[in-house]
Structure formats: C-alpha cells, structure tokens
C-alpha cells in the first residue's frame, strides 16, 4: 500500500459528451500562431513551423462554470481554439499515425494574460506567467470523433459581438501535422490535450464579461469573467 505524506491532488478531468465516463488530463500542450492572419496580427511569419508552450494540466476548466479573473493582470486576453483529446501515445509519427491517438475534439479557450507574455517575450523570458496560470484553459465537454475534425467555423463572441471568426481549414498546420510534429518533441500518450491554435481577432476581456465560443460540428462553450 502507497502511503503519501499528503492526500495526492485530483487528477484534472474533462467530460466526454453523450458518456458518464470523463476524459483524465496528463498533460496541455499548446500551438502558437496556427491560423495565418493571426500570426500577421501578432507579427509572424505565416508559415513558421508550428510552435508549442505548455499549461499545466490543473489549468484545465470544465464548463459551465464561472471563470476567475486572474491577478497580475490588466490585459486578459481570449483565444479560442480547437481541441485534440488523445487516446493513445507515440513518439516521431507520420501524420497518418498521429491521427489515430485522436479521441475526440473540444472547445477551448486559451486565456493569456499578454501583459505579462509581452514582458516576458522582451526580456526572452519563458512564457509561464502569461499563459499557464489557474483556470487558464476553459473547455466544453469532449465530442468523441476519431479522424480530422469537422473544417467548420470556429468563432468566439464577447457579450454578444463577435470577435473572432476562422475556418479550421484555415489552419496552416493541420491537426495531424500538429500532432505528428509534437511526437517528435514529446513522446504522446493517452490524456493528452492539444490546444491547436486560434484566429485572428484575440483581445481583452474583462470582469463581468460573457464569453461564448463554437467550433462547428464540435461543440460550444461560454462563461462568465467572475
């Protein structure tokens, strides 16, 4: 019998849709610039390989709930996104083999406090402060769907004005070419999310906010700022 000098925290897990069962998190990675006008509105190269940071699996947010305006910040940000969930691993896949981890796609948001990223990027600091704080990774429940998603529109609204609007097939790095790339950085294992980048239109929100986002044929999230 393992014997813990304290009660282990609980594992971070996430809804699957039509299941009572739930989806447990290993681990968040992250892809950076993956829709071309967004990496023109933050400056980048359209067709820079895709990059990733992390989040720590306790970042993840089941909703509905009520999300917590983080400290430290006066600069919030939403980045809505397209969520890969993994049912299986492996390490320096072809694209194809990517694909097959594939469980199911949400939808996520990935709060950034950009004061805080944009401070860290000058100095040529790691990024942690602005992107992998508490309750940073909001997430609807997981649609089991093996294969590509659905290339529908993937949008995200703030007290009803739309703020951004995208296509999936407007990705420059698809799902399987984002998960065959981090299969050569990171082995891959069942647990795992992949946060595959957002569309142009990223900006602040702030306390009392309503913040709804949807990925055609996926799924849909909101939540109120607290």
Request: net charge negative; glycine share 10%; proline share 9%.
């Amino acid at each position: 019998m393992t014997t813990y000098i304290f009660p282990p925290p609980a594992l971070p897990v996430v809804p699957v849709e039509g299941s009572s069962a739930l989806f447990p998190v290993r681990r968040i990675l992250c892809v950076g610039r993956n829709y071309a006008a967004h990496a023109r509105e933050m400056g980048a190269d359209t067709r820079d390989p895709p990059f990733f940071f992390a989040k720590p699996a306790d970042a993840i947010l089941p909703l509905p709930a009520s999300v917590p305006y983080p400290s430290a910040t006066s600069d919030l940000h939403h980045e809505i996104e397209l969520v890969a969930a993994l049912k299986g691993g492996g390490e320096n896949l072809t694209p194809d083999q990517a694909l097959e981890l594939v469980f199911g796609y949400a939808v996520g948001v990935d709060l950034t406090r950009r004061d805080l990223q944009n401070a860290a990027k000058a100095k040529g600091h790691p990024w942690e402060s602005g992107k992998a704080f508490d309750a940073s990774a909001p997430i609807s429940a997981i649609r089991p769907m093996s294969g590509l998603p659905p290339e529908g529109a993937i949008t995200l609204s703030v007290n009803g004005v739309e703020k951004q609007r995208g296509e999936i097939a407007d990705m420059i790095w698809n799902v399987a070419e984002v998960l065959a790339k981090a299969s050569q950085l990171w082995r891959l294992e069942a647990g795992d999310l992949v946060f595959t980048g957002t569309p142009e239109g990223v900006g602040a929100i702030a306390r009392g906010d309503r913040v709804e986002g949807e990925v055609e044929g996926v799924g849909k999230l909101s939540f109120t700022l607290a």
